[in-house]
């Protein structure tokens, strides 16, 4: 079948980092909840060899085979990672030649709202000094993906189901990575949350323009957004844009 390189070129991080997940699972709980992430990002592609192989990978979970795990792991990676020439998608080493000419700020995205997510990471890629290198949708999936992928950089919301934003900054603060900005409509500059954030560790506070979903933020909040990750990682602010 016939798949698009952009939804195939978003899908493969985020499955391998799923895979990861998988690999890593302790318990058969955990191990059901990242096999439930891969489960819906394989419907959400669509590609049969892909759900096969997720639904292939179930069966180690009733009764739960650990030591299976890591073979099942890399068998979905490995028929993930076979769609890129069926699909299309831009081989990555066309890409690589340029972020391998300097080092990026990279940066992970934490909000429960997907468009949220989009928009944030969007608003950050415009500025050639920053990679989006992950995103999550929880308090905890953030803080597992600090640990993975040592960010320099976390954009993170407050209001969130699991752990929400501050739980996430108490944790951090401990001695997680990188440096954290609050993007939040729950704390705007000067409000109570915000000089609680800042206080537990947050380089800076930007709130959303219009709530939780806010088409506007590439318009209205961009340059904020971007002035205050320059400044989070010690990188001029002249840059920015506006």
Known sequence: MSLDPELLEAFLPEFIRACASFDRAE????ARRALDQLRAMAAALGEPGVKA????AALLLDPFMPEMLAEAA???RA?????AP???????ATAAPAKASRKLCRTLVVDDSALMRRLVRETLEADPDFEVIGEAADGLEALRQMAVLKPDLTMLDIEMPVLDGLGVLRAWSLSGP???IIVSSAARPGSPMAIQARR???????????????PDLRERQGGAIRRA?????????EGAGQ
């Open 27 to 30: 318990t058969g709980e955990s």
């Open 53 to 56: 192989g997720v639904e292939d």
């Open 74 to 76: 890399s068998m979905l």
């Open 79 to 83: 028929r993930a990672e076979a769609l």
């Open 86 to 92: 069926a699909g299309e998608a831009p081989p990555a």
């Open 178 to 180: 990188g440096a954290v």
């Open 200 to 214: 537990l560790g947050a380089t800076s506070v930007v709130g959303k323009p219009s709530g939780a979903f806010s």
């Open 229 to 237: 990750a320059r400044r989070a990682v010690g990188l001029a602010v």
